[in-house]
């Protein structure tokens, strides 16, 4: 009986399935970058992926205490909080024994957000807040550098490169999916002038990201054909601007999105070489 008060998927499990792909995107892309895989960043996956998962058992002791939910999922969420923390605090140790103590210095940020999130679960505004979600991706995209600089081994400048190339990209993804949501409740036949009013800021983020990645490309600042994924993201966003998601369930524009972003990921590792 006390595994299965324990054993709680809801409580375990971040249950805002999309959010995973801005985790495992930076990952992959800053190791695969790194081109090697070493005990140590082995340790980095461990610790991002951990602090990742504590938000979950975190934001639902906050609804417990602020009586927003029931005392019964209380000891599953200490559970998976003590859980969760002992074993990025464990990962964490292991990089400072491997002599990447510095990567701490990137988990101020992350301290600074998390705690603005669970502010807001207590006041009950924790949902469709795009701004804070934005801030949150370049957090959580500080991994692409880590891994980066722990699979060659040391500092290098190109890791801040991954790190603002995958934030534009995530932040430009989350403006889409509100797009995308905020059509479900649109009427179908609307006027092509009226989806632009709606989509402005989608085709705005994407197109800059492209425009911004073609020209350093060009002049060789960054891998000639990273632009690919770019443009793949923009044709991705203009479709989705003049077709309106009406009627569609956040389940399917969920999947949609994180095909997208998948396919993204495989296309930036493979130009990025």
């Known amino acids: 009986m006390a595994n299965h008060k324990l054993f709680r998927k809801h409580i375990a499990i971040p249950q805002d399935h999309g959010s995973w792909v801005f985790i495992l995107s ?52 200490r559970f998976w909080f003590l859980l969760y923390a002992v074993v990025a605090l464990i990962a ?36 469709r807040q795009i701004n804070i979600e934005i ?17 060659v081994g040391q500092y290098d400048p190109a890791g801040w490169w991954l790190w603002g190339l995958v934030w534009f990209q995530s932040a430009a993804s989350i403006v889409y999916a509100y797009l995308r949501l905020e059509q479900r409740e649109q009427a179908k036949g609307q006027e092509r002038s009226e989806l ?20 350093l490309g ?15 993201q923009w044709l991705e966003t203009m479709w989705g ?8 369930k956040p389940t399917r524009i969920g999947v949609r999105q994180l095909i997208v972003s998948t396919l993204w990921t495989v296309l930036f590792i493979l130009t990025w070489r």
């Open 92 to 127: 964490l140790l292991a990089l400072i024994f491997n002599g990447f103590g510095a990567l701490l210095y990137l988990a101020a940020p992350g301290i600074v957000i998390f705690a603005w999130h669970l502010w807001l679960v207590s006041k009950r505004e924790e949902r």
């Open 26 to 77: 930076p990952l992959l892309i800053g190791s695969f970058a790194g081109r090697a895989f070493t005990t140590a960043s082995l340790s980095l996956v461990i610790a991002a992926m951990a602090a990742f998962m504590l938000r979950q058992p975190a934001a639902t002791l906050i609804k417990i205490y602020s009586k927003r939910r029931s005392r019964d999922d209380l000891p599953a969420a």
């Open 196 to 215: 632009w009013k709606r989509g402005w800021r989608a085709a705005l983020y994407t197109s800059f990201n492209l425009v911004s990645v073609l020209i």
């Open 218 to 232: 060009l002049i060789n600042v960054l891998p000639r054909f990273l632009f690919l994924p770019y443009l793949f």
């Open 241 to 248: 601007i003049t077709h309106p998601a009406a009627g569609w």
């Open 135 to 151: 801030i949150a991706t370049g957090v959580l995209a500080l991994v692409a550098p880590a891994a980066y600089w722990v699979g």
